[in-house]
């Protein structure tokens, strides 16, 4: 059972990074909302995303792209000591409100393969991610703060015992 919820958590992690991605534009005009702002717009919580959306793209039909800092592999963080995570620097899909479709560059390690999660949804207060066939749920409150790159959820506890490596 613990085993499937870190899994859940892992893929819905990635769904909703995506989703902020996907939901929010950037500007160098201080009046348009950031990428956090969109994805709770869409319904969705800031957490989904990681920290360091530089910049991002948001078309009238939902179609999304957004852009993180930091090197050509993008960002990676270990969740629950179980699985890695990863955020391309390009984030792209199609959000609606509490639904992101198409997700492209967020992918999640199990065991010793990548697979990509596709989807994410909004019912109530939880979020389903969808890899494959596959799908877990989350409470929304485990995305109530944005992950950072390398350290994840838990940057506090890497920070004084050193970064955990993400893979």
């Known amino acids: 059972m613990a085993k499937n919820h ?12 995506a989703a902020a991605g996907a939901a929010t534009a950037s500007s160098s005009n ?11 717009r869409y319904g969705f919580p ?14 009238p039909d939902g179609s999304f792209e957004a852009f993180l ?23 792209a899909g199609t959000a609606r409100a509490g639904s992101i479709r198409a997700l492209e560059g967020v992918s999640v390690k199990v065991l010793f393969v ?7 949804d909004r019912a109530g207060d939880q979020l389903s991610f969808l890899v494959g066939p596959l799908s877990a749920s ?3 409150d485990n995305f109530a703060e944005c992950p950072r ?4 959820f838990h940057c506090a506890n890497a920070e004084a ?7």
């Not at 201080?30 to 709770?40: C, G, R």
């Not at 790159?149 to 994840?152: E, I, M, N, S, W």
């Not at 015992?161 to 893979?167: F, L, N």
């Open 6 to 17: 870190h899994l859940f958590l892992l893929i819905l992690v990635a769904f909703l990074a």
């Open 30 to 40: 201080s009046t348009t909302p950031t990428a956090y702002e969109m994805l709770e």
């Open 161 to 167: 015992g050193g970064a955990v490596a993400a893979s």
């Open 114 to 120: 990548w697979l990509t999660i596709t989807e994410v």
């Open 69 to 91: 800092s930091g090197g050509a592999g993008g960002c990676e963080f270990r969740v629950a000591d179980r699985y890695v995570l990863r955020y391309d620097r390009r984030i």
């Open 46 to 59: 800031r957490g989904i995303l990681p920290e360091g959306v530089q910049r991002y793209e948001l078309r």
């Open 149 to 152: 790159c390398r350290c994840g």
């Open 138 to 140: 989350f409470p929304l």
